[in-house]
């Protein structure tokens, strides 16, 4: 791997790290202000809100200014977000312009890497790519959680500038304000990432005519009969991932009676099961077999709803591990099928461009449908158990699907799914 790699890899591990901690920051001062419960709910679906609504265009974007500068740009528009948090915006308004420049980074993040390294280390670079997302989610988590702390924001609430008021009085815009020097710092790395001899691409005049080739390769994917599966698969997995941080600190508030500080640390036991759900299958499933884990994702939906039942640390930590190691189970097989399926129907490109649409769209649905269940004066309980059960449900619709394709287009599948074992399984 060559050094521009490596400057790549600090830029986003600094940037998604910042992420993750400022979700918790983020939770921390909606409480402080006593917002409604639905608000700290509804964070996961603004963030994901841009992800939607600019899928179209943020391709051709990252494609038409060099990959630094997109970058650089994105996590300063992050910067602005936490201004705006810090500065008396709604908290909901100014995380969904933070989520805004996620949604420009993140295809800059994948396309710089087929720029800078030849094909036979991609699947390399990719596995760095995933490893470091998930140690960045565990590590933020945990920072944006000790930050809002008693012991830390009290060091921080410490410091004061001679001549200067900063306005920085409570422990989460303390915190905010450590997040902001940490984008900066990715920011400088995105200073730093080599040019490439890759072509721009300019925008169109009309970003309107983007609007057809998206929709038509979205439709494509939707329309066959493994990708179809496998889409809706992976979109109602990262629906019930993304919401999963904050529905593990709603729980531990009010099953344990724990701070948000010490919730964090459960939200970073998920990602951990996750990590090894998503190593063992890597190691254990083939492509053809992928259709196989549907059942898995059932299992989460009830064992979100189990969640309940669910009443001292020693008993949570294991089931939280357990739920983090299905979903990485049932993900990587699914996501893999996906990439097949997508690079055979559209290209590599388009077929991410897709999948992100559907899986942040899955994001803001069910987000909002949780926000919504605790807007309407559900316990946190009950809002739970409503969105495992319908996360159980859509689960076993999409096996009852499958199994009806392998009934009435059985050839059609069977011929699908010999292609898939003849690729290789890769994460």
Known sequence: MN????????????SSL??????????????????????????????????????????????????????????????????MMLFGTHPLMAYAVVGLGAAAYSPAKYGILTE????????????????????????GVLLGGQLVGPRISSVLLSFDFPLIDTGVN??????????????????????RIPLTDAPLRPMPKHLISLLPDF??????????????????????????????????????SVALGYSVTQASALVGVVAIGTAVGAVAASMRMRLDQATNVMPLGIAMGLLVVFLNFVDNVWLAAPFLILLGGLGGF??????????????????????IAVQNFNE????????????????????????????????AGFMWAIKRW??????????????????????KLHH
């Open 170 to 191: 409570t422990p989460p815009a303390a915190a905010i304000s450590v997040l902001i020097f940490i984008y900066i710092l990715a920011a400088w790395f995105n200073t």
């Open 3 to 14: 050094r521009g790699f490596y400057t790549i890899m600090s830029a986003q591990f600094f």
């Open 215 to 252: 929709w038509h390769c979205n439709t494509r994917l939707w329309r066959d009969r493994l990708g179809q599966i496998s889409l809706a698969t992976t979109t109602l997995f990262w629906g019930v991932s993304g919401n999963l941080r904050y529905i593990v600190l709603a729980w531990a």
């Open 116 to 139: 800078l390294l030849p094909a036979s280390q991609l699947v390399k670079a990719n596995g760095w790519i995933e490893g470091l997302t998930i140690t960045s989610i565990i590590l």
């Open 330 to 351: 049932l993900v990587v097989p699914m996501n893999a099928l996906l990439q097949h399926r997508g690079h055979n129907l559209m290209g590599a490109g388009r077929s």
């Open 402 to 423: 499958h199994a009806n394709n392998c009934v009435r287009h059985a050839a059609e599948v069977q011929h699908l799914l010999d292609l898939a074992r003849n690729d």
């Open 18 to 83: 910042a992420d993750n901690a400022l979700f918790v920051a983020a939770v921390q001062l909606l409480r402080s202000k006593g917002a409604p419960t639905w608000n700290e709910a509804a964070l996961v679906p603004m963030f994901a809100l841009f992800y939607v609504v600019l899928a179209p265009f943020v391709g051709a974007f990252a494609d038409a200014r060099p990959t630094g500068w997109v970058m650089f740009v994105s996590n300063a528009i992050k910067v602005v977000g936490c201004l």
């Open 360 to 391: 942040q769209a899955s994001i803001l649905g069910l987000g909002g449908f949780y926000a919504l269940s605790t807007g309407m004066g559900l316990s946190a309980f009950g809002a739970i158990t409503t969105f495992g059960i319908v996360v």
